[in-house]
């Protein structure tokens, strides 16, 4: 037999901000949450293109602006590892990139 959560959690992960036009609109990466908050912890880890980590948290309301070390990193692409721990014990691992405008 098999078994298929047909509940899986879903999570909105954007691809794209644009910090650097100052219209105030797409202009950070967070996480937006199911209206029925499952999620107790998270961890997230951006990367550049050579493996550097340029920024990581453990708070849940974070906001990244795609700045590394104060300066705005324009026109960039990231890779992030994000690692979700939901209330009933499970995690979720995603990973994905994040382009800077």
């Known amino acids: 037999s098999i078994f298929i959560d047909t509940c899986a959690f879903k999570l909105f992960l954007p691809n794209a901000i644009t910090p650097s036009d100052n219209n105030g609109i797409?202009?950070?990466?967070?996480?937006k949450l199911p209206k029925k908050n499952q999620?107790?912890?998270?961890h997230i880890d951006?990367?550049?293109?050579w493996g550097n980590n340029v920024?990581?948290?453990?708070d849940i309301d974070f906001r990244w602006f795609g700045k590394i070390n104060e300066?705005?990193?324009?026109?960039n692409v990231?890779?992030?590892?994000?690692?979700?721990?939901?209330d009933d014990n499970r995690y979720y691992?995603?990973?994905g990139f994040l382009l800077v405008m």
């Open 26 to 31: 797409n202009d950070y990466f967070y996480l």
């Open 39 to 42: 999620v107790i912890s998270i």
């Open 46 to 49: 951006f990367f550049d293109r």
């Open 55 to 58: 920024f990581s948290s453990d």
């Open 71 to 75: 300066k705005q990193a324009q026109n």
């Open 78 to 86: 990231f890779n992030y590892i994000l690692q979700v721990k939901l």
């Open 93 to 95: 691992v995603f990973r």
